[in-house]
């Protein structure tokens, strides 16, 4: 079993920044291959944000947050940081993040653990 707890989120204006961490617990985690961020709007279906590998050094974004957002790691730690700038209100969502122990990066089904959300509000 891992769990995974989000924390982070709030209300900020457009052009600000906010900074996700993901904190992860469980005999299991080492063995993960990589974590990955997610997002999902009212009305919406989850998508696609962000996702690292278990060493950290590779690192894949969704082209909408491309160059504004940063995904990074600290195993000693075990938590995965989701560093954003230059937000935008369409980035207004409940932020996941996710384990997984293989498969595509940025399908939902490769990811077999997932957190409880934080939501992120972006106000023009």
């Known amino acids: 079993q891992v769990q995974l707890v989000e924390s982070g989120g709030g209300l900020v204006q457009a052009g600000g920044s906010l900074r996700l961490s993901c904190a992860a617990s469980?005999?299991?985690?080492?063995?993960?291959?990589?974590v990955g961020w997610f997002r999902q709007a009212p009305g919406k279906q989850r998508e696609f944000v962000a996702a690292?590998?278990?060493?950290?050094?590779?690192?894949y974004y969704a082209d909408s947050v491309k160059g504004r957002f940063t995904i990074s790691r600290d195993n000693a730690k075990n938590t995965v940081y989701l560093q954003m700038n230059s937000l935008k209100p369409e980035d207004t969502a409940v932020y996941y993040c996710?384990?997984?122990?293989?498969?595509?990066?940025?399908?939902?089904?490769?990811?077999?653990?997932w957190g409880q959300g934080t939501q992120v509000t972006v106000s023009p």
């Open positions: 996710a384990a997984s122990y293989g498969g595509v990066y940025y399908y939902k089904s490769s990811y077999d653990y």
């Open positions: 469980g005999r299991t985690f080492s063995s993960v291959t990589a």
């Open positions: 690292i590998s278990r060493s950290g050094a590779n690192s």
